[in-house]
Antibody, heavy 113, light 106 residues
Framework: EVQLVESGGGLVQPGRSLKLSCAASGFTFSNYYMAWVRQAPTKGLEWVASITNSGGSTYYRDSVKGRFTISRDNAKSTLYLQMDSLRSEDTATYYC??????WGQGVMVTVSS | EIVLTQSPTTMAASPGEKVTLTCLASSSVNYIYWYQQKSSASPKLLIYYTSSLASGVPDRFSGSGSGTSYSLTISSMEAEDAAIYYCLQLTSTPPTFGAGTKLELK
């Protein structure tokens, strides 16, 4: 059974950093493209970043370029999202997804002073 | 970036009623994914590559379309289908979602 379990969320002040993790199981992690998608409270879904199966290529939405870094450790079957210089508009539930088919339960990130 | 416009924004359907949701793309896309999201749960994939049914999804759900116009059909509404439905395009970067259609039970 495919499982994606996010962790690392919480309340953080504007300008600070947070690192999300997504532990994957039930499939060969190194074979899959992975992504982060977020959803602000009461809003729709918004793609944040993607990474190829090898980690060789990464992609970001414009509003997070230079602030967020997606990475992966295929040996640990884990996806990461390093979020720096956080802003209030980054407040959302962050979902880890395997090539947009399976999704984790999400982790809440609140950026507020 | 490709903008996906979903319609209607909100609708209500009676049990047994046929429901059709639409997703229009600002430029041609190769295929569309459809998701169902209930309350605060994570999105659930219903349809991929426009018309392929995801594993475990009831066959009352179907998808169709091409180019800039796509649709999700529920052949016979059930109470458990009340949810928000989103479309997603992966043809061009950035991937973009529609704003969603809220489907309620009448």
């Amino acid at each position: 059974e495919v499982q994606l379990v996010e962790s690392g969320g919480g309340l953080v002040q504007p300008g600070r950093s947070l690192k999300l993790s997504c532990a994957a199981s039930g499939f060969t992690f190194s074979n899959y493209y992975m992504a982060w998608v977020r959803q602000a409270p009461t809003k729709g879904l918004e793609w944040v970043a993607s990474i190829t199966n090898s980690g060789g290529s990464t992609y970001y939405r414009d509003s997070v370029k230079g602030r967020f870094t997606i990475s992966r450790d295929n040996a640990k079957s884990t996806l990461y999202l390093q979020m720096d210089s956080l802003r209030s508009e980054d407040t959302a539930t962050y979902y880890c997804t395997r090539d947009f088919d399976y999704w984790g339960q999400g982790v809440m990130v609140t950026v507020s002073s | 970036e490709i903008v996906l416009t979903q319609s209607p924004t909100t609708m209500a359907a009676s049990p047994g009623e046929k429901v059709t949701l639409t997703c229009l793309a600002s430029s041609s896309v190769n295929y569309i994914y459809w998701y169902q999201q209930k309350s605060s749960a994570s999105p659930k994939l219903l349809i991929y590559y426009t018309s392929s049914l995801a594993s475990g999804v009831p066959d009352r759900f179907s998808g169709s379309g091409s180019g800039t116009s796509y649709s999700l059909t529920i052949s016979s509404m059930e109470a458990e289908d009340a949810a928000i439905y989103y479309c997603l395009q992966l043809t061009s970067t950035p991937p973009t979602f529609g704003a969603g259609t809220k489907l309620e039970l009448k």
